[in-house]
């Protein structure tokens, strides 16, 4: 047996038992053993995913939910599937995963469905040739740690370039992940069809301006911030064809989605544009893969809401919605879904401003919070360490300062919540709130499982 060999053994059986621990006496670290395993062998990723055709998830927005639509399906058609559910989607969590699901006996095919954060898409790359690379969409998000985002897409690419057998799978509708110069096969995704009338980009959306002359892009149909049916009149640089899409709107509530995708109808248990997205990316893949639509459809069905992605609970009788929110365009998107109510509501506003949310919270002013004038909005709860910026954001906006309840106590705050004068609640809370306050709720028997 080699050094390697030995090395590789001893960072495998380190990490799981530092997973053991992690996860029954500190009850979390989901980081933590890939740390330990990386620190004995820095290439361990090389052999724990052998054995494993490799689906890789990144982009801005909606690679949690996308993640758990692809490895939910691929378990709808029998086929055996891991994936880091808990959204540790840097090198240490993906090797904590792999660590974790990792039989040194078992040389089955399988699949490994895995989230990648951006700025890591490069060092797993390194060591994994995936079979897909999914790229949902580029937003601005966390500028303190990725810039604008030009600098997402070329950290993306540093990973992509090391990889050109990988296949691409790309959300059409993003300009930025048009005519992209690797050699990669290219698969597009998009909408032909969408509730947004206007043909006028916003202000404040992030990609206004054609990649290659710099000239303002035209658009047939906006989805929603600058994703959409874009063209540049100067260049002519414009929407690649579309492999997969979404052909009509049946049903849209703020429950769920009733769309077809290449003319076939299915149900989206997830309400909102976003998840839409989610789920035509997700079926991209199934058909890539041969999947049919019954298996397609029953995955759907059953698809649940889970770790602060919509995520329902039960508070002292109050229906609450857990909904993570982390840069302006998936807030304003979840804005839109509460606008979709037709019947009074309460909502509860958590703004942190941790490392992994981003130290710079004036993104806050991208969101336009006045479309919730509009809507039935009644207690309006406020928290997390920038409550106060939050409370100032929501006063700007209009909405009546009498309904603020601001409180940073989380005991407190869940007795308030349950005491609204309305029965359904929304929480719209950035990562590091969404984590903490579920780990509160966890302890005080609101969640079962925690990770």
Not at 298 to 309: C, H, I, L, N, P
Not at 360 to 376: A, N
């Given at each position: 047996m080699s050094k390697i060999k030995l090395k590789s053994i001893c960072a495998i059986l380190c990490g799981k038992i530092t997973l053991f621990l992690s996860k029954h006496i500190l009850k979390g670290g989901s980081n933590f053993p890939g740390k330990i395993a990386l620190k004995l062998d820095k290439s361990i990723l090389k052999d724990i995913s052998k054995n494993y055709s490799v689906i890789l998830i990144t982009g801005t927005n909606g690679k949690t939910t996308t993640t758990s639509m692809i490895s939910n399906l691929l378990k709808e058609n029998n086929l055996e599937t891991i994936t880091n559910e808990t959204g540790a989607n840097m090198l240490p969590g993906i090797v904590s995963c792999?660590?974790?699901?990792?039989?040194?006996?078992n040389s089955n095919k399988k699949y490994a469905v895995l989230e990648v954060d951006e700025a890591n898409v490069k060092f797993i790359t390194e060591y994994i040739t995936p079979e897909y690379i999914a790229i949902t969409n580029l937003f601005r998000d966390q500028l303190d740690?990725?810039?604008?985002?030009?600098?997402?897409?070329?950290?993306?690419?540093?990973?992509i370039v090391k990889v050109p057998e990988s296949t691409l799978l790309l959300n059409g509708d993003e300009s930025l992940l048009g005519k992209l110069d690797v050699p990669n096969k290219k698969v597009y995704y998009g909408f032909y069809d969408s509730l947004n009338k206007d043909t006028t980009v916003d202000t404040n959306a992030d990609a206004k301006f054609c990649k290659f002359c710099k000239a303002p892009y035209h658009y047939n149909f906006?989805?929603?911030?600058?994703?959409?049916?874009?063209?540049?009149?100067?260049?002519?640089?414009?929407?690649?064809?579309?492999?997969?899409?979404?052909?009509?709107?049946?049903?849209?509530?703020?429950?769920?989605?009733?769309?077809?995708?290449?003319?076939?109808?299915?149900?989206?248990?997830?309400s909102g544009i976003y998840n839409i997205y989610n789920a035509l990316c997700a079926y991209s893949i199934a058909k890539e893969l041969k999947i049919n639509n019954d298996v397609i459809r029953?995955?759907?069905?059953?698809?649940?809401?889970?770790?602060?992605?919509q995520e329902i609970l039960n508070i002292n009788g109050k229906s609450v919605k857990i909904i993570l929110v982390k840069n302006p365009a998936g807030y304003n998107q979840a804005l839109d879904l509460l606008s979709l109510n037709d019947f009074p509501y309460s909502c509860c506003f958590m703004l942190n401003d941790n490392y992994a949310d981003g130290r710079?919270?004036?993104?806050?002013?991208?969101?336009?919070?006045?479309?919730?004038?509009?809507?039935?909005i009644k207690d309006i709860f406020i928290s997390g360490t920038r409550m106060y910026?939050?409370?100032?954001?929501?006063?700007?906006?209009?909405?009546?300062?009498?309904?603020?309840?601001?409180e940073e106590d989380y005991g407190k705050l869940t007795e308030k919540i349950s005491?609204?004068?309305?029965?359904?609640?929304?929480?719209?809370?950035?990562?590091?709130?969404?984590?903490?306050?579920?780990?509160?709720?966890y302890s005080n028997g609101y969640i079962k499982k925690l990770w």
């Open positions: 792999l660590i974790q699901n990792y039989k040194f006996k740690r990725y810039g604008e985002v030009y600098t997402t897409l070329n950290k993306i690419l540093e990973g906006i989805t929603y911030n600058h994703l959409g049916d874009f063209y540049c009149p100067n260049c002519g640089y414009k929407r690649e064809e579309l492999k997969y899409y979404l052909s009509s709107f049946d049903e849209i509530t703020a429950d769920y989605s009733k769309i077809k995708f290449n003319d076939t109808e299915f149900t989206i248990t997830q029953a995955s759907f069905d059953k698809q649940d809401s889970s770790f602060g992605r710079d919270v004036s993104w806050i002013w991208d969101v336009y919070f006045e479309k919730l004038h509009d809507t039935k910026d939050m409370a100032v954001r929501l006063k700007t906006a209009n909405l009546n300062t009498n309904s603020f309840i601001i005491q609204s004068c309305e029965d359904r609640v929304y929480i719209l809370a950035t990562y590091t709130a969404m984590i903490n306050y579920r780990k509160y709720l």
